[in-house]
């Protein structure tokens, strides 16, 4: 186990905004919400959205990626990742809360 967490600090991936943020969001409902309050946020599609927003202003502002001749932005790669970067924090969260769940026992 703890291999596996040194391999995601190792990675980078555990630095990425989204999964940090997906972290805190799952520590956040394991603190402060029940399983069925949980359930309930999980199937908000605000939350999503919400985030979809986040990712994408990160994507656009930090991380753009630009076509071959270097003058126009690669739209298509760029909404792929902000779409991507949703999926880093709802695997993040659920993954936080079911570790924290795991060492509640």
Do not use: E, R
């Not at 502002?61 to 779409?83: E, H, P």
């Amino acid at each position: 186990m703890i291999k596996g967490i040194i391999s995601l600090f190792t990675s980078g991936i555990i630095f990425n905004p989204l999964v940090l943020l997906g972290i805190a969001f799952g520590i956040f409902c394991m603190a402060t919400k029940d399983a069925a309050a949980i359930q309930v946020a999980f199937k908000d599609i605000h939350l999503y959205l919400l985030v979809l927003i986040l990712s994408t202003a990160y994507v656009f502002a930090f991380k753009k990626v630009y076509k071959d001749n270097g003058d126009n932005l690669d739209w298509g790669i760029m909404i792929f990742q902000s779409i991507l970067g949703v999926a880093k924090f709802a695997v993040a969260a659920v993954l936080t809360i079911s570790f924290v769940v795991m060492l509640s026992f």
